[in-house]
């Protein structure tokens, strides 16, 4: 595969193109500042965009005079025009593994990696890196009010294992 440099100005946007990507600009040209370009825009022979319009958009939002591109010169308009679409339909298949991405996102936070680089929101990253069984925890000295129907009548005998209590005489037996 060959990936030439070339004048952002000589690559072009496809006009019909389907995917809204303004929203993932920003977080992409972070990427780009970064970690540098390790994707090459994929363009037709007429230099018109085939993948990588979020690539390009942020790569002009950062003011690059030139972009690195592979011209796909053995495609024909047909596959030009699937693979647009399978491109970044298929990215949307995949999902994360949520036992190990904040095993990753906690690597690189002991790294002092800055985790804003990596497009997710704060919201997020705080869920992620949320020590494991503190879901639905609460403030230690918060006392929750009394039901209205208690669970435990006068006269229950409660089991703990292999041991009774008596709630009238305040003694544990053992089994």
């Known amino acids: ?24 600009v920003d977080a992409v040209a972070t ?4 970690f540098g370009f390790r994707q090459p825009i994929v363009v037709d022979q007429n230099m018109v965009i085939i993948c990588g ?3 390009w958009k942020a790569a002009r939002k950062l003011g690059l005079a030139k972009v690195p591109v592979h011209i796909a010169t053995d495609l024909s308009p047909e596959q030009v025009k699937a693979y ?15 036992d190990l991405l904040p095993i990753e996102l906690k690597d690189l936070q002991a790294a ?9 929101d704060e919201e997020e990253l705080a869920k992620l890196l949320a020590p494991e069984g503190t879901e639905g925890l609460t403030d230690p000295d918060a006392v ?14 409660w089991l703990l294992g292999a041991h009774t209590t008596c709630p009238h005489c305040g003694e544990v037996n053992e089994l």
């Open 84 to 98: 647009r679409l399978a491109d970044n339909k298929t990215s949307e298949l995949a999902e994360w593994n949520m």
């Open 1 to 24: 595969m060959e990936v030439k440099l070339v004048s952002i100005d000589s690559v072009k946007p496809y006009e019909a193109n389907p995917r809204i990507n303004d929203a993932a």
């Open 53 to 55: 319009h979020t690539r």
């Open 112 to 120: 002092d990696f800055d985790l804003s680089l990596l497009g997710f």
């Open 31 to 34: 990427s780009l500042r970064e």
């Open 144 to 157: 929750p009010e009394p039901p209205e129907e208690p669970i435990t009548q006068p006269g229950d005998l």
